[in-house]
């Protein structure tokens, strides 16, 4: 057999693992530029047995998607650009296959709403549920919407925050991690004025934050302001400019 021949049956010979461990791989692949078809491969080829702890464990869970959806995000941005460049950016390249689990090809839209918001819809502020829903959907979303995905999730926009790859052991001390860097850099408070300037997802998906009072909260607890304030919320314009590989060093 030849070296290329060997090569070939190598990069298609199945990778032991498990699907979160596949997921995370696929990953960090896309930040090093390395091949991704046997990772792609693992994580369709997944049976419903093999993704039990996806289901079933909140946190392997939350880890588990967000990693799809930031490699689906990079593998769409470098196999498909003219998905994210077309005017038509929020029909075709967020409803555009990105990843396929356990035999389900998954656009980025499905993910996010689906399955890590628990299956509500993008419109409505994040108060309205997704009207059609599939049984796939309806078998992995999570039963919460945990507000810290705003802050990991990368759809490709230079507004978005850095990528991470997320661990189940760790995810809840990444997610907290990644929401107080995110808005360290983004929040502007102006005391003298009483307003605190604020990234356009807490107004996006109002539904998953809450009230004003509770956005409010949800600030003071990543010391954005100070216990005692309470200012008016506005909202940063964001910034769609396309922005490849934008990783935690």
Known sequence: MGRSTEQTAS?????AGSPTTFAQDLLVACKRGDATNR???ALAEATDADLSQVREDRRTG????LNCYNAGTQLLLAERPSLYESPLRFVRFFSAPAVTVGGASLPLDRIENGILRGGRSKYGLGYVPKIYVTTFERRYRLDECDPRIHFALNCGAESCPAIRAYEPDRVDEQLDVATGSYLDSTVEYDEDAGVVLVPRVFLWFR???GDGSEIREFLRAYDTIPDSATPKIRYRSWDWTRADGKFVE
């Open 39 to 41: 990772y792609r491969a």
């Open 11 to 15: 990069s298609e010979a199945k990778i």
């Open 207 to 209: 539904g998953d934050f």
């Open 62 to 65: 939350l880890a588990f998607w």
